[in-house]
């Protein structure tokens, strides 16, 4: 067990390019959390699967984004036509159930110019 | 809706003090609550984990305690080391919250050799 790997560590990309991120969680966790963290904020969340459903997404994420999980694995986050706003860490999280911890990746920093 | 308070946003204490960290949380309707450290640049990484049934948990130097009908939790540090210093941060997973961990915005610890 690596704990939640995520790549990669850093993006820089143009405004108006997609971009994709990877998760790969702790092997036997079924809950898998994407979060978005901004200078001096804590975590926001994305969205949540449980296996392969995507059972839910926060407001934050707009058109633009979209997650998968494909056989409840990995998960992609991709975000198409880049904006400045989008600057940020990526986190991935995953946990065994909702009384257990939640472990993170090390993140992905996006910088969009 | 829930929302996370920490207060200070920033300290800083001389080495081997004894130091608490405070999180506070609007509704006490909560499944759990987490610590987290975050190194700059880095992911979260879980220190304590607090059932909303608990009262406290320990770990080496490191205490939490919760208290839910006045909605505040603290981490106690003991014998603070220069490799203390770091963003800690506490979440809060609630029914009703789409799953999801509502994190508060951290407090920067710095510990001076």
């Known amino acids: 067990d690596t704990g939640v790997s995520q790549d990669p560590r850093h993006k820089i990309t143009k405004r108006g390019q997609n971009v994709t991120f990877r998760c790969d969680p702790i092997?036997?966790?079924?809950?898998l959390y994407w979060y978005r963290q901004t200078l001096g904020q804590g975590p926001e969340f994305l969205t949540y699967?449980?296996?392969?459903?995507?059972?839910?997404k926060s407001r934050l994420l707009s058109d633009r984004f979209s997650a998968e999980r494909p056989k409840g694995s990995f998960s992609t986050l991709e975000i198409q036509r880049t904006e400045q706003g989008d600057s940020a860490m990526y986190l991935c999280?995953?946990?065994?159930?909702?009384?257990?911890?939640?472990?993170f990746g090390s993140g992905t920093q996006l910088s969009v110019l | 809706k829930q929302e996370v308070t920490q207060i200070p946003a920033a300290l800083s204490v001389p080495e081997g003090e004894n130091l608490v960290l405070n999180c506070s949380f609007t509704?006490?309707?909560?499944?759990?609550l987490q610590w987290f450290r975050q190194d700059p640049g880095k992911g979260l990484t879980s220190l304590l984990l607090?059932?909303?049934?608990?009262r406290e948990q320990t770990s080496g130097r490191l205490n939490a305690s919760l208290d839910k009908s006045s909605g505040r939790s603290t981490l106690y540090i003991a014998a603070s080391q220069p490799g203390d210093s770091a963003t800690y941060l506490c979440?809060?997973?609630?029914?009703?919250?789409?799953?999801?961990?509502?994190f508060g915005a951290g407090t920067r610890l710095t510990v001076k050799p």
């Open positions: 607090i059932q909303s049934s608990q």
């Open positions: 509704d006490s309707a909560i499944y759990n």
């Open positions: 999280a995953s946990s065994f159930s909702l009384s257990e911890k939640l472990f």
């Open positions: 092997s036997e966790h079924n809950r």
């Open positions: 979440a809060v997973r609630s029914p009703g919250e789409n799953n999801d961990m509502r």
């Open positions: 699967f449980q296996n392969e459903a995507q059972l839910e």
